[in-house]
């Protein structure tokens, strides 16, 4: 009878042991609540989805996820897509969110150089707003207390006074709770924190107003495309500002005709705009874009050159010349 009893206590407490190990690698990572984005691949194994949230942090344990998914029944209910994640979330609440197939708060990335307009139709798109929500709330919300907005009445009326200055970056947000005005005020918050308060040092060493460098930064934004040409695009805008020079920017124009791509006429041309800078001087009322930091960066800190002229050519490089005539040769040769 021992005999018997010893093999049956060991089982026991192996039984035990085992079921305390599942119990606590199930459980959550820690207590922290920063959310992580966690991408399934279309077609991904449950097991290749259990390494890859073990390697994030996201699980206690690869082995125990798995079980858990094949214990109750869920293996092939895992669905594609991106999903925000915690540490704090148990294997169960992870399990059940990839199963949902959505996530109880959705990604927003603002693209760096996007406008207003841009943003209410990728809200509009992923039907989280009704085309012109935010459009309407840029013109119409009161922003007050962001004191840093422009007052200038001579806005174009696409973006109001909000234009430029929403950091683009990755938001969370809850659909079902969505509101345009307070979303526009999470991007100004976070305009504030990044670029007034993080480059206070530099706005105020600039010697430039905060309209004209965010202004600046919004046509650096729309002429370059590389982190390598906005410093010197930057130092040609800034050049031609201070001598007098009209800028001549054609993206400016491309704003205030709402054409982004499309090629413009001699009509656009001759559009009488403030933000026709082929006929006004100096810069726009306001920013033509939403600039990036990068931006915003190379506005703050232009670099010095003998340029006075650019443009890409028809190969996708920049080319830069000192005089006009220079710059005739390089529409020639460079533009097809």
């Not at 005020?185 to 670029?195: G, I």
């Not at 704003?255 to 082929?278: E, F, G």
Request: aromatic share 8%; hydrophobic share 40%.
């Amino acid at each position: 009878m021992k005999k018997l009893i010893v093999p049956v206590v060991l089982l026991f407490v192996a039984f035990v042991a085992a079921r305390g190990w599942y119990t606590h690698a199930l459980s959550p990572v820690d207590a922290s609540d920063v959310r992580t984005v966690f991408t399934v691949e279309k077609g991904a194994s449950t097991a290749t989805i259990a390494n890859n949230l073990e390697e994030q942090n996201l699980i206690r344990s690869a082995f125990a996820f798995k079980m858990h998914v094949k214990l109750s029944g869920q293996a092939g209910e895992l669905k594609a897509g991106s999903f925000v994640l915690t540490s704090s979330m148990s294997a169960e609440e992870v399990v059940q969110t990839l199963a949902g197939g959505k996530s109880t708060e959705e990604i927003i990335t603002i693209p760096e150089g996007f406008t207003v307009e841009d943003i209410d139709a990728m809200l509009a798109e992923k039907e989280i707003i009704k085309a012109g929500d935010l459009q309407n709330c840029a013109r119409t919300c009161d922003f007050s207390a962001f004191d840093f907005l422009p007052t200038s009445t001579k806005l174009a009326p696409r973006g109001g006074k909000i234009e430029g200055y929403l950091y683009p970056d990755t938001y969370y947000i809850t659909a079902a709770e969505f509101d345009p005005k307070l979303f526009i005020e999470r991007l100004l918050h976070t305009f504030r924190d990044r670029v007034i308060k993080d480059l206070a040092a530099d706005i105020k060493a600039s010697g430039r107003s905060l309209e004209q460098i965010v202004t600046v930064a919004s046509l650096v934004e729309e002429e370059t495309r590389t982190a390598a040409e906005r410093p010197v695009v930057s130092g040609i805008i800034w050049k031609r500002l201070d001598e007098r020079m009209v800028l001549g920017i054609d993206a400016a124009v491309r704003y205030v005709v709402d054409k982004p791509t499309s090629a413009i006429t001699q009509t656009d041309l001759q559009t009488d705009s403030p933000y026709n800078l082929r006929k006004f001087a100096g810069l726009p009322p306001g920013p033509i874009a939403n600039p990036s930091l990068s931006s915003i960066k190379a506005a703050l800190h232009p670099q010095a050159s003998p340029y006075y002229y650019y443009l890409h050519g028809s190969d996708g490089v920049i080319r830069y010349a000192v005089t006009n005539d220079e710059h005739n040769v390089n529409r020639a040769k460079y533009l097809q």
